[in-house]
């Protein structure tokens, strides 16, 4: 897992956001990678607690730029004993996931999901109250005519409660299809997230790396 800076994301999030002769088609993705994927309902097993991210897309005919990234702590054991730590992103390039829910944007919206993303990201990660999962849903429901509802699980004694990709994936599974808005698309197959690309040229080797949150 490569960790981004904030500055590098919001630098490709506007790159990618420039004018175009033809009108481009944008969408967001968040995705739900559970602990155990034969066991969809079950939150941790052998220290793996899955994991919340998000696909930003513009297409164009010929091209496609593609962003794909998650919410981290900054160094993870701490988080185990402080609940309140140093963030940073993390590029999530080819991670498996279990489940996803996906909807357009307007050229107006991907702007400011774009900025929010940015700003967000520079919030502290707490293990109970703003993880990954938090972060993606802040992020994916910024303007969206459904918005999904944050929701807790317990976690194993003495960790508490808090968001987890089950939670993600129990609300997708339970959401009967008529209930989506025009545009969504919801998948329950496992999947494999794209690269990042930008106008056909992946960025991550050119990323600095690891930044940390400031507040």
């Not at 702007?111 to 703003?130: M, T």
């Not at 990954?132 to 459904?146: D, E, K, M, R, S």
């Not at 993600?168 to 989506?180: G, I, V």
Request: a positive charge; charged letters at 15%; one cysteine or more.
């Amino acid at each position: 897992m490569r960790l981004l800076t904030t500055a590098w994301l919001l630098c490709l999030l506007l790159t990618a956001s420039g004018s175009q002769a033809q009108p481009p088609h944008y969408s967001i993705s968040v995705c739900a990678d559970v602990p155990v994927n034969d066991q969809p309902e079950r939150v941790y097993r052998r220290r793996e607690t899955g994991h919340v991210f998000l696909i930003l897309r513009k297409q164009l005919p010929a091209d496609t730029s593609t962003l794909v990234w998650g919410f981290y702590p900054q160094h993870p054991i701490m988080s185990l004993f402080f609940r309140k730590v140093k963030s940073s992103l993390g590029s999530n390039d080819g991670r498996w996931y279990d489940a996803s829910l996906t909807r357009p944007l307007t050229a107006a919206g991907y702007d400011s999901l774009c900025l929010l993303a940015q700003q967000l990201a520079r919030r502290r990660y707490h293990l109970n109250r703003y993880n990954c999962y938090h972060y993606a849903l802040a992020v994916f429901n910024h303007g969206a005519p459904l918005p999904i509802p944050v929701q807790s699980v317990r976690f194993p004694l003495p960790a508490g409660r808090g968001g987890s990709p089950v939670a993600l994936y129990r609300w997708l599974r339970l959401t009967p299809p008529q209930a989506w808005p025009p545009g969504y698309v919801t998948s329950l197959q496992p999947a494999q997230a794209p690269g990042t690309q930008l106008s056909g040229s992946s960025l991550l080797a050119a990323a600095p790396s690891s930044t940390a949150s400031s507040q």
